[in-house]
């Protein structure tokens, strides 16, 4: 997810509380604030934050909706029934019970009640790729899921683009995005501190680390151009336009299988960005992305100090 910070901080507030004796309080030197505030991200970031909020879960569960229409994955050109690389399919049994069989790579596995077969609101089991409470709309309906999908899809492509022009103006992909070679350096001590659950303070946490670097770019360079380029190519007309397409992906097939390999690691992202928001500071974080003010606690400063507003 797009987000941004200002390279001055705005310093407020909470000093420890001073010694009780006043003559070692008249020696001492002058303490630094005990927690910071800074503008991290500017309106143009957070506006880009919020509408891919609100796109992205329409998107995948719309999207999800058209799988249905059709549920399997093959590479290549042209469907070929006999060898997907994933099926979600149902089988009836002889009492007239049906049952989910997702198949990857010819393994089979018994999904029922999740892929294949799922349940509805009654707790009736009815064959469907995906379950009802993951698709928009709930119920098969295929036109429909395609008018949403493609509605949002043009409103995320175009929030994409202005976020982008924005972020080369600004600065803001080589100031505070792109991993430089001594964040990568600092790539071992990152991942083992995200393990640990520890979390920067001071000057570092007023940028982002190489992890945040690094899924932040992949998401902007690799993972929004794929998913839109895939999107593309899996429409007639815009490959009458676009024919290297094709070549570029392999064929119609191949782009619809990597659109749902993006699409899930979308869902991974999200996922473990949620995660991360939470457990390094959730009201904080929020804030930050509603207003843009970020709190900072000091070297020394336990974390529940820092939310004494």
């Not at 991290?40 to 919020?50: D, E, I, K």
């Not at 469907?128 to 999908?149: C, D, K, N, V």
């Not at 670097?213 to 676009?242: E, N, Q, R």
């Amino acid at each position: 997810m797009p987000d941004s910070m200002n390279d001055e901080p705005i310093i407020s507030s909470s000093v420890p509380a001073a010694p009780p004796d006043t003559e070692s309080m008249s020696l001492a030197q002058p303490q630094p604030p005990a927690v910071r505030w800074i503008y991290r991200h500017a309106v143009p970031v957070r506006l880009a934050h919020w509408i891919n909020v609100l796109c992205l879960p329409i998107l995948i569960m719309s999207g999800l909706q058209i799988f249905n229409a059709h549920p399997a994955l093959y590479l290549g050109e042209r469907s070929d029934r006999d060898r997907p690389i994933l099926l979600l399919d149902t089988v009836y049994s002889e009492s007239g019970g049906i049952r989910g069989i997702t198949t990857v790579f010819g393994y089979s596995f018994d999904t029922t009640g999740w892929l294949g077969a799922s349940r509805d609101s009654t707790g009736q089991i009815h064959r469907r790729g995906f379950p009802a409470w993951a698709t928009i709309p709930s119920y098969q309906w295929l036109a429909m899921g395609r008018r949403w999908h493609f509605f949002f899809a043009w409103l995320f492509v175009i929030n994409g683009l202005l976020f982008g022009l924005y972020s080369f103006l600004s600065r803001h992909f080589d100031r505070d995005l792109v991993p430089l070679p001594k964040d990568l350096r600092g790539i071992g001590r990152a991942v083992r501190d995200h393990f640990l659950f520890r979390h920067p303070k001071g000057d570092e946490a007023a940028r982002y680390n190489v992890l945040q670097k690094i899924a932040y770019t992949g998401v902007v360079f690799v993972l929004g151009p794929l998913i839109i380029l895939t999107g593309m190519t899996m429409s007639p007309s815009l490959d009458a336009g676009f024919p290297d397409l094709l070549t570029l992906f392999g064929g119609r097939q191949s782009a619809r299988t990597i659109h749902f390999i993006v699409c899930f690691s979308f869902v991974g992202f999200i996922g473990i960005h949620l995660f991360m928001v939470a457990v390094s500071g959730l009201w904080n974080n929020l804030r930050s992305m509603l207003v843009g003010r970020y709190r900072i606690a000091e070297v020394g400063v336990e974390p529940h100090d820092q939310e004494t507003n």
